[in-house]
């Protein structure tokens, strides 16, 4: 089974910090996703890469970047966190295939 | 109108009812229709995926595609108390890259009381 590790499970950061949320997955996946949920607001897709040092935005990426510098590894970056991306942040690989992604435990960040 | 729409409950049913779980969507490029389930504080998990319409089943869950209807259901019999989470329906069509891409529903919450 694919394994999508996320590094850290609770996080706790203060305003304007810059943080890193690292992802691993050990199946050769091209592509990789970063989601947060928020209760009433669901799954909300921030970035994806279909590639090495390649990214493309989802639906929320502002106040975040993004890194894929190897093909197993997919970091999200809060440039200057802030207390509104307080929330559980997911990570997702898939080999592109129509049945579904593969999704990491979470790390659920707090932003103080 | 939102691509999928899923109704986010809660759900309280008692130990041993049959759940009737229901998504509906507007895009016809839709091919692969899925459902996961999220225990609380941990990642979703995929339960079950089909590719056409019609019934596929897996122990006490069936999952059913209407495409004419644009309608997926998932049952659960005989439900139990470790079937409490959150369930979220997924669908994917051909996105960038020539990769699927999924669209997600918000999330039903079900509570299965002994």
């Known amino acids: 089974d694919v394994k999508v590790t996320q590094s850290s499970r609770y996080l706790v950061k203060r305003t304007g910090e810059k943080v890193f949320l690292e992802c691993v997955q050990d199946m050769d996946h091209e592509n990789m996703f970063w989601y947060r949920q928020d209760p009433g607001l669901g799954l909300r897709l921030i970035y994806f890469s279909y590639d090495v040092k390649m990214k493309e935005k989802g639906d929320i990426p502002e106040g975040y970047s993004v890194s894929r510098e190897k093909k197993e590894r997919f970091s999200l970056i809060l440039e200057s966190a802030s207390t509104n991306q307080t929330s559980m942040y997911l990570c997702?690989?898939?080999?592109?295939?129509?049945?579904?992604?593969?999704f990491g435990s979470g790390t659920r960040l707090t932003v103080v | 109108q939102k691509e999928v729409e899923q109704d986010p409950g809660p759900l309280s049913v008692p130990e041993g009812a049959i759940v009737s779980l229901n998504c509906t969507y507007s895009n016809s490029a839709f091919q692969y229709f899925m459902w996961y389930r999220q225990y609380s504080r941990k990642g979703p998990e995929l339960l079950m995926y089909?590719?056409?319409?019609g019934n596929k089943e897996d122990g006490r869950f069936t999952a059913q595609v209407d495409k004419s209807s644009k309608y997926i259901s998932l049952f659960i019999r005989d439900s139990q108390p470790s079937d409490s989470a959150t369930y979220l329906c997924?669908?994917?069509?051909?996105?960038?890259?020539?990769?699927?891409?999924?669209?997600f529903g918000k999330g039903t919450k079900l509570s299965v009381i002994p």
């Open positions: 089909t590719y056409s319409s």
């Open positions: 997702a690989s898939s080999s592109g295939a129509g049945y579904g992604y593969t």
């Open positions: 997924a669908m994917s069509a051909m996105g960038r890259a020539g990769s699927y891409q999924l669209t």
